[in-house]
């Protein structure tokens, strides 16, 4: 596979069926390990049984990761998994293999699964890093895999390497910033720099009414404090929260008249000493699911913790 010395390489790897998947990563991996560099697998937990059996006595030389629990919320992958290894070995050249999306992924969790592939390429520009994604074009829709050429500049299709001729991940990241639409029945309660005792009480008792409980619900009052207070900090001094439940999942929405105006906000790890900044990443690592819609009228941001 082409490379560029001290650059960020992140090709697609489209296979179909287990003899192509394993064609197509365990000779990545073994580059890797013989050119002396870390190497990093992240990919669903039955995909990183194949690769340990393959592997033999070199898996315990590669840092594994079951991507479908690390990265169940996909804006938590690039600060947790990817930049967390690629940020602990800064000399050299990093391998790392990132599957975040396959079958069974929801439509409610795709657009957020496309737009971290999107930016990837921002997150690692420059870098001495190759992020390897396979895609399993047996199985995923038609629209995914034309996705993944407009994420992805080199895409590998049964042995052949091309480039995307359709390359554009900030096209991406605006396609998928789509309107998040609240259900009639949800309450709102619309709050202030005096009221924010009042919301996240209320949103609180809310999800509790619904049935969240425990360590869940404490993260669930975490998020919900660090986003209001954004909102009276950053949007504007107001905003409203909305929480029910759908399809086994508590919800979250916090919107004000913010912008966001980095699409990476919330996705970068923290750097040692930093004031501020980490509330949205915090959101990302407690919840199962964040979705983001954010414009000239406002930000709302909307997060899913499974019950």
């Known amino acids: 596979m082409t490379r560029v010395a001290d650059s960020f390489v992140h090709p ?12 197509g990563t365990v000779p990545f991996i073994q580059d890797g390990l013989a050119a002396g560099e870390p190497v990093a697998v992240a990919v ?13 006595a070199d898996a315990d030389a590669v840092h594994l ?53 999107a930016l990837i390429n921002a997150a690692f520009h420059g870098r001495s890093v190759t992020i390897l994604c396979p895609y399993d074009a047996a199985e995923l829709d038609a629209e995914v895999l034309a996705d993944a050429y407009a994420t992805h500049p080199v895409v590998v299709d049964g042995g052949r390497q091309e480039r995307s001729g359709t390359f554009d991940p900030d096209g991406v990241v605006a396609a998928y910033n789509r309107p998040l639409i609240r259900p009639p029945h949800a309450d709102i309660l619309t709050f202030d720099a005096e009221r924010l005792p009042v919301a996240r009480n209320f949103a609180v008792d809310q999800a509790k009414a619904l049935g969240l409980a425990g360590e869940r619900l404490d993260d669930f009052a975490l998020a919900v404090a660090e986003l209001t207070t954004n909102s009276v900090v950053h949007g ?4 409203t929260v909305a929480v029910w439940a759908e399809d086994g999942q508590i919800l979250c929405d916090v919107r004000d008249f913010g912008q966001l105006n ?11 000493d930093q004031i501020g900044g980490r509330g ?10 964040v979705r983001v819609h954010t414009g000239p009228e406002g930000t709302a941001i909307r997060f899913h913790l499974t019950t």
């Not at 697609?12 to 064609?23: D, K, N, S, V």
């Not at 992924?105 to 795709?110: A, K, L, M, Q, S």
């Not at 949205?280 to 699911?289: A, C, G, I, Q, R």
Request: glycine share 12%; hydrophobic share 40%.
């Open 12 to 23: 697609a790897l489209f296979y179909r069926g287990t003899e192509e998947y394993l064609a």
């Open 44 to 56: 669903p937990g039955h995909k990183l049984a194949l690769l340990r059996a393959e592997l033999g």
């Open 65 to 117: 990761v079951d991507m479908e629990d690390a990265g169940r919320n996909p804006g938590r992958i690039i600060p947790r998994v990817l930049r967390a290894f690629a940020d602990a070995h800064p000399n050299g050249r990093v391998h790392i293999i990132g599957e975040p999306i396959w079958p069974g992924r929801t439509p409610v969790e795709y657009p957020a699964c496309v737009q971290h592939e």
């Open 236 to 239: 504007g001094g107001s905003g």
């Open 262 to 272: 980095d699409p990476l906000a919330g996705r970068r790890p923290p750097v040692r």
């Open 280 to 289: 949205l990443l915090m959101v990302h690592y407690l919840s199962d699911l």
